[in-house]
């Protein structure tokens, strides 16, 4: 059953029974109406609504019944109905705040008082708490956006009323897909995007990267969340290939095929990754990766943004972040250095419940919010973060091996320098970078670029990029005690992201003497 048709069986035995007060909660009143239309004409009891545009009318037959559109003057009225005549139903869908004792609030509770002496009913709509004394006088509905299986309904019905006049390639499974992106948004934020599709005269399978652009927008600028713009060009990372085989393989459970059979069997899509292990070796850059290859939008949630200076603030903040997230999917939630807004220390226990609350969404988030949580001081992470099962997989990103360098920087000289990057002079400059992190063969790269863009005298050959990378003092000369120490903790705790062993080859400062840099003009 549908979250909107377990609302609607509730809210009929409510109306069977008579219940004095119903509170729903919603963000979408034209679907809650539609909602109670169907219960009204069902039951065969009158439902009298109120609208700021309309005033009160007859919710079946849609004739007017009050031409005064107050809010105060629809419960004026309708306290002279109540007084009359038994079994009347008001839906106020526009009411003055509700969520603590005031002049509004007591004004509702006495019509609530006088349906509950003549068998009437008072039914609001709001999207904020109750004030407790109301509440307790009847029931709360919350009425959710649609799910897959309503989105999907919604669009399929839109769709099909087209199909003789236009041309239309999407079958079920594209609406299926259409259905899971759009998860989300309200109805009629749906039939818009829709709509905008089917203004070209057709819809092509090509349309598919319309409606994802189109939700984007619905949410560009949200509240705890920061949306990173993500380019076709990194969606290839060199090395970790143990890395992207496993996403390889979780990305299959995201069609729509497998994802019914993980509802079927109960299972939750999958949750996220953590990554750790040595700075600048692509940790970053996968987040990035997996949403582009994935084609899923990419949001980044820094910790430490949402933490706030009074009591319950950032749990609050943290809150309302998560459920954007959820209301944006299915997406990448990317957290980079969770280690520095979840250590602890000193913030009066505020990371502590942090820690907890994230925990416990990810364990209960049904929605497709995929997280990337990045960490390079392992020492400060949680141990609640490591244990198994809170994430799928927690893998270590070590310095990149000889292969991996070579993947690596064939990537870069193709991009930056539009070299051919093979052969013995390839060997040479691997064996000279050893040690180096991505981020220092990228930078290195790079630096070439901008000598051979910004002087026109220089010559790309291979003398000047050997003493380009003869150049680099790279991390594991600087801090290689460190390292060592990033890579014992990963032995024991992660999977490999490069699919060989952690530490497999020596750092370059046990078999070559320190270097020195200097400036090359």
């Known amino acids: 059953m549908s979250d909107i048709a377990k609302s609607k069986e509730l809210i009929m035995r409510y109306s069977i029974a008579r219940i004095p007060f119903i509170a729903i909660n919603t963000i979408e009143p034209s679907r809650a109406l539609d909602m109670l239309k169907e219960i009204s004409e069902e039951l065969q009891l009158p439902f009298n609504v109120h609208t700021l545009t309309k005033g009160v009318y007859d919710l079946t037959s849609d004739k007017n019944i009050s031409d005064d559109k107050s809010v105060y003057g629809a419960i004026d009225f309708m306290t002279e109905q109540m007084k009359r005549k038994q079994y009347q139903t008001i839906v106020l869908t526009e009411v003055p705040d509700l969520s603590s004792e005031n002049s509004d609030s007591k004004q509702i509770l006495a019509l609530v008082n006088l349906a509950n002496e003549s068998g009437g009913m008072v039914i609001v709509f709001t999207n904020s708490s109750v004030w407790n004394q109301l509440q307790r006088q009847g029931m709360t509905i919350k009425i959710d956006l649609p799910n897959e299986d309503e989105m999907y309904a919604i669009i399929k019905e839109y769709i099909d009323d087209y199909r003789n006049e236009i041309y239309i390639e999407w079958d079920n499974t594209d609406i299926r897909e259409a259905a899971t992106t ?52 990194v969606k290839d990372v060199g090395g970790l290939e143990g890395l992207r085989k496993w996403l390889n393989e979780k990305r299959e459970l995201l069609t729509p095929e497998k994802k019914d059979k993980l509802r079927s069997k109960g299972l939750q899509p999958p949750r996220g990754i953590l990554l750790v292990g040595v700075p600048g070796c692509g940790k970053s850059l996968s987040a990035k990766s997996i949403s582009a ?60 419940r942090m820690v907890g609350q994230f925990l416990f969404w990810m364990q209960e988030c049904k929605k497709q919010v995929f997280v990337v949580a990045t960490a390079n001081d392992v020492s400060l992470l949680p141990s609640e973060l490591l244990r198994r099962g809170r994430f799928d997989e927690l893998f270590f990103v070590d310095l ?7 993947d690596i920087l064939s990537l870069y000289m193709r991009k930056y320098l539009n070299l051919d990057f093979s052969g013995d002079f390839a060997e040479k400059v691997v064996q000279i970078s050893d040690g180096f992190t991505g981020a220092d063969l990228e930078s290195t790269v790079r630096d070439l670029a901008y000598r051979s863009i910004a002087n026109n005298t220089f010559v790309l050959n291979e003398e000047n990029i050997v003493t380009a990378f003869n150049n ?39 078999k070559n003497g320190p270097k020195t840099r200097k400036v090359l003009v």
């Open 182 to 233: 759009l998860n989300g948004v309200t109805r009629i934020e749906a039939e818009n995007v829709i709509a905008a599709l089917i203004a070209n005269k057709c819809i092509k399978k090509t349309d598919m990267d319309e409606v994802r652009f189109a939700k984007d927008r619905l949410f560009s600028d949200i509240s705890g969340l920061e949306k990173i713009e993500v380019d076709e060009s």
């Open 472 to 510: 680099v003092v790279p991390l594991s000369q600087t801090s290689p005690e460190k390292i060592e120490l990033i890579r014992d903790w990963g032995r024991e705790r992660a999977v490999p992201a490069s699919g060989k062993p952690i530490g497999k080859e020596e750092l370059v400062q046990k």
């Open 400 to 406: 990149p091996t000889a292969d991996e360098r070579r």
């Open 293 to 352: 290859n994935w084609k899923l939008p990419l949001y980044r949630l820094d910790f430490a943004t949402v933490q706030g200076s009074y009591v319950g603030q950032s749990e609050q903040q943290l809150k309302d972040a998560l459920t954007t997230a959820e209301n944006v999917s299915p997406c990448i939630l990317w957290i980079d250095e969770i280690e520095k807004g979840l250590s602890g220390v000193g913030d009066g226990g505020v990371s502590t």
